[in-house]
């Protein structure tokens, strides 16, 4: 059954280029967080309390981003735009992608983080004499931000996980790296069980790092 | 008839029942009260094996609860249990709750099922509320809901655990009223309660627990009259 | 570049055939992997949620691993994987076992979660009626557990739907596949992305929609 020869060897010989891969995918996912956190914030903030066009807009994005496969969603960033003129390079395409993505899930969660919060929080520290900006900085917002730690934090997972679309579009990001390797060297099975190793790694440290910030943050 | 003997428990190293020794005979009913904590309610777990016992023995009609081989499902149908919380089954209206388990565990046809179902509503007082989900009862409904539940699988005992501890005050009286009829037809209950005057006025016994020991048992009119425990007097001074 | 004359000159009506039966690939093994990897998850939920040593030491880690690494991975991993242990997989056959895993990786969560959802007290009920454990399992149990989490079954399946495009890259041709080589081929991205997109949308939008639905009605 086994009459397959395992080659380790170019793997290992190209693991800092992997490794280096590796932090590439890191940056693009934590790059997308941070656009798709502020995007999806304005996004919730839209949805919660106006109406008319920018309503809609916000939904639609929302809608879209969640219904549709994120792989069609980097390839309307390359090939849609494509028919208008404006070509990105594989990276733009990857970062625009994910934070379109990033951004109309996020606004879910920030949306229900905010309806989470009752009422009477905003009333009673506005009965204190706080400003609408003080009750919503002080006393609003720090709860909101403890109700979507931890879907922020599984999004960021998702971020990283979905980043390896990048070999699709011809990001040599962790997976588009592997593929690279793997397309010139044919040891494809070994190149992709290495890279799926540092994947399982990266995103064990994400939890474990987001976990020990988390006791930190929150002793309440 | 209930005879308990030896009955020890542990919750891992914590023990909470130390030594039981209890006899229920048949048409009996038996107010259980003391502190919480004080093994009251486990004590009813242990005898319709829903908690496994360390020591002792626990046998019902001459079965062994606790022992290997014990079809325990089907001594289960002999002792009804209502229990603190009235855990209705939420997606099943009122007459389902109660038909369910004649047709499942006894085998009934639908018809039967729905007959026992309907007797049994009616018994409590539902007879009203047969297609109406749990959801849309009060508590006293479906508390009394969940007496018919048990009462439907014909059993021989019934075992009540704080039936009324966590309901609104406004709706106790329903449910004890409705207990109150099942002793008056000689049902043999154990009821754990910290109903003092359902204890009084309807048992024949009142067994008084504290701290995982049997202190006293007696009549009511001994043990709210003149106890011999010193622990006895105390838990009643408070709670009155 | 004219746009608007050059929408429709590449575009014919065997083309929208060719992405109709596209699309009914993403369907079919999308139905597929979603029921054998419901029924397999529902029962690996299960074995976690009774919790006996040893499914906890290897079941656990083992969908951990699945939910860790980006799903392009895993199929390209697997797709190599099985002709070294002798296994002769069309890109459907490795498509479906991976996204078969995949689901029943997801579903395991959702399911252990739906058991612990019923509660002690209310199974102690169904036993203390003379139910025996898979009575309760069949008649208790799995009403109201399976109606607590199926809204989040639903974000599983609508998830493994969209994520099913990914199969294209072992080279079968399902709907982002087929729009992939429309474009080479007419130029026309955009009309025939918006084409793809629709008909994901058009799926996952309403179910999503029901089950949120659902889950607001079941909360009162």
């Not at chain 2, 016994?205 to 009511?220: D, S, T």
């Not at chain 3, 030491?57 to 699945?66: E, G, H, N, R």
């Amino acid at each position: 059954m086994f009459d397959y020869n395992f080659h380790w060897r170019p793997v290992l010989k190209s693991l800092p280029d992997l490794l280096e891969a590796g932090l590439l995918t890191l940056q693009v996912a934590a790059l997308s967080m941070i656009i798709g956190i502020v995007i999806g914030l304005a996004l919730a903030l839209i949805r919660l309390k106006l109406k008319g066009p920018l309503y809609w807009l916000a939904t639609g994005w929302v809608e879209l981003a969640r219904n549709t496969p994120a792989l069609f969603q980097l390839f309307f960033f390359g090939f849609g735009l494509g028919a208008f003129g404006v070509h990105l390079s594989p990276f733009l395409i990857v970062l625009a992608g994910l934070s379109f993505n990033c951004a109309g899930y996020l606004a879910e969660n920030f949306r229900g983080g905010f309806q989470a919060v009752p009422d009477t929080q905003l009333r009673a520290a506005r009965s204190l004499g706080m400003t609408s900006w003080q009750a919503y900085t002080r006393i609003i917002i720090p709860q909101v931000f403890k109700i979507v730690y931890h879907p922020v934090t599984n999004q960021m997972v998702w971020a990283v996980l979905m980043s390896s679309l990048g070999m699709l579009v011809g990001f040599r990001e962790l997976s588009g790296e592997t593929q690279f390797f793997a397309s010139r060297t044919f040891r494809i099975f070994e190149y992709f069980a290495v890279t799926a190793i540092i994947y399982y790694v990266i995103v064990k440290i994400i939890l474990v790092a987001s976990r020990l910030l988390a006791m930190r943050l929150f002793r309440y | 008839m209930i005879e308990i003997s030896g009955l020890e428990k542990y919750f891992g190293a914590l023990q909470v029942l130390k030594g039981i020794d209890l006899n229920v005979q048949k048409g009996e009913v038996l107010s259980v009260i003391g502190a919480s904590g004080s093994g009251k309610s486990t004590l009813l777990y242990c005898i319709n094996g829903l908690e496994p016992i360390q020591k002792g023995s626990v046998v019902v009609d001459g079965t062994d609860v606790h022992a290997k081989g014990t079809d325990i499902n089907k001594l289960r149908q002999k002792l009804g249990m209502v229990f603190q919380q009235w855990n209705s089954f939420p997606h099943l209206t009122a007459l389902e709750n109660v038909a369910l388990a004649p047709r499942i565990v006894k085998g009934k046809s639908k018809a039967e099922a729905k007959e026992i179902a309907e007797k049994q509503l009616k018994h409590v007082g539902l007879e009203d509320k047969l297609n109406v989900f749990p959801n849309a009862l009060s508590g006293g409904q479906q508390q009394r809901l969940a007496i018919a539940r048990a009462l439907a699988m014909e059993p021989t005992y019934m075992l009540f655990d704080e039936a009324t501890s966590a309901l609104d005050p406004e709706l106790v009286g329903e449910v004890l009223d409705t207990m109150r009829l099942l002793a008056e037809e000689g049902m043999t209950m154990i009821c754990v309660t910290h109903e003092m005057g359902f204890a009084r006025d309807v048992s024949d016994r009142v067994a008084f627990f504290h701290k995982g020991v049997m202190e006293e048992i007696g009549p009511p009119a001994q043990i709210f009259g003149q106890a011999e425990s010193e622990n006895t007097r105390k838990f009643l001074a408070n709670v009155r | 570049m004219n746009q608007t004359i050059s929408f429709f000159s590449g575009f014919n009506v065997n083309d929208f055939w060719f992405l109709g039966e596209a699309a009914l690939r993403t369907l079919w093994i999308s139905a597929l992997s979603v029921t054998i990897g419901t029924v397999l998850g529902g029962f690996f939920g299960w074995m976690l949620y009774e919790g006996r040593l040893w499914a906890t030491l290897t079941l656990a880690p083992v969908l951990d691993i699945f939910r860790s690494v980006p799903l392009i991975i895993q199929l390209v991993l697997f797709y190599n994987f099985a002709p070294i242990v002798g296994l002769d997989l069309d890109p459907f056959g490795s498509g479906t076992v991976i996204l078969t895993i995949y689901t029943a990786a997801l579903v395991a969560n959702v399911a252990r979660g739906g058991i612990e959802a019923v509660g002690k007290p209310m199974r102690r009920a169904a036993r203390s009626l003379g139910m025996s454990y898979w009575q309760d399992m069949r008649y208790v149990v799995l009403p109201i557990g399976g109606r607590a989490v199926f809204p989040a079954w639903v974000g599983v399946a609508l998830g493994v739907m969209k994520d099913s495009a990914l199969v294209s890259v072992l080279g079968y041709v399902e709907l982002l596949k087929a729009s992939q080589i429309l474009i080479t081929r007419t130029q026309e991205p955009f009309l025939i992305l918006s084409i793809a997109g629709a008909f994901y949308f058009a799926l996952s939008f309403p179910i999503s929609r029901y089950a949120a639905q659902l889950e607001k009605r079941w909360a009162q």
